[in-house]
């Protein structure tokens, strides 16, 4: 069974939390690898059309990607506490099975231990400080759906940069 990029990448951020993540976590995750892709590279890791929802980036790709994982018995939902977390099932791959080259997953692993211990509040912040949301956040309103341009974020550094 061929894993899309999107599959992977949550297969990591959920198998490497061992089912301490939330979806809100997950979803900020899954933008960052994007982002700094796209802010190194120039291209995008997935093919999720970002947008700027309800004060944050979301894409409705990973909704049904979610889905499709729970159908599957691949990954579920646990309530704990006041929070729902996304934890790996008895269907779930192994995540060093998942074929990252080594500089992606030092940048999947970087971005995990840097935010999965922080507070919600500190992630939140730092995503809405990126040039693509504060952009949308600028010229749209949250119910709109705006497109997120990236690209933003590999303009900023080239200008800093002064390449």
Known sequence: MEIS????????????????ITKTQLVKFLYLTDLYAV??????????????????????????CL????????????????AVLIEPRENCPDVDDLGFSKGLELM???????????KLDDLLAYVYQTEPMLEAKENHKPEEKAHLNLFLEHEKVVAELGV
């Open 5 to 20: 990029m999107l599959e992977k990448l949550i297969l990591f951020f959920v198998g490497k939390s061992k089912g301490h």
């Open 39 to 64: 802010k190194w590279t120039e291209k995008q890791l997935t093919d999720l059309d970002w947008r700027y929802y309800r004060f944050g980036p979301w894409s409705e790709d990973i909704d049904s």
């Open 67 to 82: 889905t499709n994982l729970y159908t599957k018995r691949v990954l579920g939902e646990v309530q704990n506490n006041q």
């Open 108 to 118: 999947l692993r970087n971005i995990r231990k840097a935010w999965i211990g922080a």
